[in-house]
């Protein structure tokens, strides 16, 4: 069985950092794209951080551009986030993403619908 578990998502106040985890089970993901996205209360589901295969090619969403960073570990079947300088608008579900089909080496997509497996999510709030 396929499964992706975040880990890592808590309170802080404005500024402080946080850093993400999501260990794989059940496959390996070496050639997937891996991605981090959210979703915030009353809003859709959106991207915040995509991955290639090697780790060597990298996707942000303009809002967390130069705050956040995403890294994999193939060899432990895990993806990053780490979050620096939070801000409050950065509060909602943080999940993980990969697109199960080996893709990791094409062009790295933002599209919820190309990534085939997700994470339960990991909360993430942000105070003021």
């Known amino acids: 069985q396929v499964q992706l578990l975040e880990s890592g998502g808590g309170s802080v106040q404005t500024g402080g950092s946080l850093r993400l985890s999501c260990a794989a089970s059940?496959?390996?993901?070496?050639?997937?794209?891996l991605g981090w996205f959210r979703q915030a209360p009353g809003k859709a589901r959106e991207f915040v951080a995509l991955?290639?295969?090697?780790?060597?090619?990298?996707v942000y969403a303009d809002s967390v551009k130069g705050r956040f960073t995403i890294s994999r570990d193939n060899a432990e079947n895990t993806v990053y986030l780490q979050m620096n300088t939070l801000k409050p608008e950065d509060t909602a579900i943080y999940y993980c993403?990969?697109?199960?089909?080996?893709?990791?080496?094409?062009?790295?997509?933002?599209?919820?619908?190309?990534?085939?497996?997700w994470g339960q999510g990991t909360q993430v709030n942000v105070s003021s």
């Open positions: 991955i290639n295969f090697n780790g060597l090619h990298t």
């Open positions: 059940g496959r390996s993901f070496s050639r997937d794209a």
């Open positions: 993403a990969a697109d199960g089909l080996g893709s990791g080496a094409g062009i790295l997509s933002p599209s919820l619908t190309a990534y085939r497996y």
